[in-house]
């Protein structure tokens, strides 16, 4: 908020019908995808997770030889 108190500007506020921008906000297909979101990051901390045990097999398996 600091950031913009030095800036001189004026917000409009605009009814809906007046702004095609704040159709975007209002789709009608518009579903939640919180879980979706969440599976996604259990997906990815999952392969990580693997993928460094991958990798710490492989440099000890470099150590050994």
């Not at 950031?3 to 009814?15: E, G, N, P, R, V």
């Not at 518009?30 to 991958?54: G, P, V, Y």
């Amino acid at each position: 908020m600091e950031k913009l108190a030095t800036f001189d500007f004026t917000i409009i506020y605009c009814k809906e019908a007046k702004n095609p921008i704040d159709g975007l906000s209002r789709r009608s297909n518009f579903k939640d995808d919180s879980e979706l979101s969440t599976t996604k990051r259990q997906f990815i901390s999952n392969f990580l997770s693997k993928f460094q045990e991958h990798l710490k097999d492989i440099k000890s398996d470099l150590v050994k030889e």
